[in-house]
């Protein structure tokens, strides 16, 4: 089943969260004035990744609320966001890297195939026990 090997599309991005659409606005023009997002990220987001300059790491689209994740994956690597109000706040996003999808390799794939494996076996073991279970017992 080659679908369940594929890696998604992804992208590495920071993201400062405040409270007012008034403080985005004043952090969105600081950015245009060439304003590092990380230390703004630091200095203003209540966000969890605050402390870590905003930084969430990779994400895919399907992760996301679908409003989110087409502004995020239409951003080029550098670029932010407007100010995108959401349900936890005023975000402004930067995407810092990207990968598209890919094939996962067989090295990469491996835990998951053991995983796989050992659950069909378990499920195969399960329902023999339950036959014997059923003829012993006249389970119904």
Do not use: W
Not at 6 to 19: A, C, L, S
Not at 44 to 50: E, N
Not at 73 to 87: A, D, E, K, P, R
Not at 116 to 128: D, P, S
């Amino acid at each position: 089943n080659k679908e369940m090997f594929i890696m998604p599309e992804t992208r590495e991005i920071r993201q400062i969260v405040v409270n007012s659409s008034e403080l985005a606005d004043i952090i969105l023009k600081k950015l245009e004035r060439g304003e590092d997002f990380s230390t703004l990220a630091k200095e203003y987001s209540i966000g969890p990744f605050a402390s870590r300059g905003g930084y969430v790491g990779n994400v895919t689209r399907q992760a996301l609320p679908k409003n989110l994740g087409d502004i995020i994956f239409n951003l080029g690597i550098g670029n932010y966001s407007g100010v995108i109000t959401t349900q936890y706040g005023n975000i402004i996003v930067q995407v810092i890297g990207k990968s598209e999808e890919r094939p996962i390799s067989l090295k990469e794939a491996e835990p998951f195939i053991r995983q796989m494996i050992a659950q069909t076996k378990f499920q195969e073991v399960l329902g023999q026990i339950m036959k014997e279970l059923e003829k012993e017992y006249l389970i119904k």
